[in-house]
């Protein structure tokens, strides 16, 4: 009798332990399944230069993922209608349809972004599901709009797979880009630039107009560039085959990779990073492509381009050929050079 309570204890101990080893292994499941979602590239890809996780509270030009995951989520909201409602606003954003009306007052309505719907339905699926990462300052911002004070909060919204989002940001934020593959680290390098002109720019939109902005870009764009090469240790440059100024001419390798990107943008196809490698040097080339705010000074002249916005640009730049475009069509690409 006693021999059989030791063997039913010891019986207990093991399946206690096994049990424990399978939570911890479909805990690193979840975790790999999230990292492999096709969502989590394409949000950081097309969303993080307006919704970035790291910019501070204060120094933003639009609200972060989260903080949409958490107007749009609910708890009587299925998958199948985020994604919907997700693909609604991005076709028509207007401020009459918003949900986050402190976002649209304080950054006005986002420009339209035509991205294919298959994007939109990928980064839905990925930030219904998965936690996503949030800013240090979100998760106090969010208690006190929502009145809940001091109290506790997860600040995940609604997903099946629960985590640390301030921890997955670190995580992000420390990730060495010089381990990426060289198709991701070129593009990390275009994004984090492309994020930075965007802030600045959309920021002098915002406060100051469209002339203001035409000056910014005349006169800091380059410099902003330049930092970020520096800080990248890499060559960043933007170039197109209809430059606005001159000096971003493309050359004729670029030239083909431009009509490459057109061609996939007309089809809808998500563009993917080109990459060359030659000797001791890797070369990555990704498109550039315009929304609606872009329209304001590279749309068609005197319909999108206002009159005291085009007699500006012929004044800064006199061979400008950078106008004429509509909505989502390549106006360039990013082309960035790197040691191997």
Avoid at 87 to 110: H, L, S
Wanted: with cysteine.
């Amino acid at each position: 009798m006693k021999n059989l309570i030791i063997l039913s204890i010891f019986s207990i101990f093991i399946w206690s332990c096994n049990n424990s080893n399978k939570k911890e292994f479909s805990a690193f499941e979840k975790q790999m399944q999230a990292k492999k979602h096709p969502g989590k590239k394409l949000m950081e890809t097309n969303c993080y230069t307006c919704h970035s996780p790291t910019a501070s509270q204060e120094d933003r030009i639009g609200p972060p993922m989260i903080a949409i995951k958490k107007h749009y989520i609910k708890d009587n909201i299925t998958k199948e209608q985020f994604i919907t409602q997700m693909q609604t606003w991005i076709k028509n954003p207007n401020a009459e349809d918003a949900k986050m009306y402190g976002a649209v007052k304080r950054f006005g309505v986002m420009p339209k972004q035509p991205f294919p719907e298959e994007t939109i339905k990928q980064i839905a699926d990925y930030m219904y599901d998965f936690d996503i990462a949030q800013p240090k300052w979100f998760e106090k911002h969010y208690n006190e709009e929502m009145g809940l004070g001091k109290g506790k909060h997860n600040g995940q919204g609604k997903g099946k797979y629960k985590g640390n989002g301030q921890a997955q940001q670190k995580q992000q934020a420390e990730t060495n880009l010089k381990d990426l593959p060289y198709d991701e680290r070129g593009l990390k390098y275009a994004l984090t630039t492309k994020a930075v002109l965007g802030k600045n720019l959309m920021g002098t939109i915002q406060k100051r107009g469209t002339l203001e902005a035409l000056a910014f870009c005349n006169e800091k764009a380059y410099p902003l560039t330049d930092s970020m090469s520096v800080v990248h240790n890499a060559t960043i440059k933007r170039v197109s085959d209809k430059p606005r100024n001159q000096n971003n001419q493309a050359n004729d390798k670029e030239l083909v990779y431009i009509n490459s990107f057109k061609k996939d943008i007309k089809n809808s196809i998500e563009p993917k990073p080109i990459v060359d490698q030659l000797e001791n040097k890797v070369h990555v080339y990704y498109p550039i492509t315009t929304n609606a705010m872009c329209l304001q000074c590279h749309g068609k002249p005197n319909q999108d381009i206002h009159k005291p916005t085009l007699s500006k640009l012929t004044s800064l730049y006199p061979q400008d050929k950078a106008t004429g475009y509509n909505i989502n069509q390549v106006r360039g690409i990013w082309s960035i050079t790197f040691d191997k």
